[in-house]
Nanobody, 114 residues
Framework: VQLQASGGGLVQAGGSLRLSCAAS????????MSWYRQPPGKERESVAS???????AYRNSVKGRFTISRDNVKNTIYLDMNSLKPEDTAVYYC?????????WGQGTQVTVSS
């Protein structure tokens, strides 16, 4: 499985961005797909995840602002980010999990200016 993340950029605080992660094959077989981020000088952290059944989970700091979704026809997951804050600045990565195997996409930079 190859994952291609896109959609990052520079945005002012309070703005919005939509990240996309396209998979090389069907995402229906993937157990969980997730977004992670790595802020400057910090460790990578989970942001949001979505299961094959559509169940979602979010880290507390993004609840109510970020929404993860999946399109099984387009083999793509999305992360809609609203009310962005400077502390959301990070490289964002998508991750897929299937049967004990983990796949990572390349990162996309999100920079939120104050």
């Amino acid at each position: 499985v190859q994952l291609q993340a896109s959609g990052g950029g520079l945005v002012q605080a309070g703005g919005s961005l939509r990240l996309s992660c396209a998979a090389s094959g069907s995402i229906f077989s993937l157990d969980v797909m997730s977004w992670y981020r790595q802020p400057p000088g910090k460790e990578r952290e989970s942001v949001a995840s979505i299961s094959r059944g559509g169940g979602t989970a979010y880290r507390n700091s993004v609840k109510g602002r970020f929404t993860i979704s999946r399109d099984n026809v387009k083999n793509t997951i999305y992360l809609d980010m609203n009310s962005l804050k400077p502390e959301d600045t990070a490289v964002y990565y998508c991750k897929a999990y299937r049967s004990g195997l983990v796949y990572w996409g390349q990162g996309t930079q999100v920079t939120v200016s104050s």
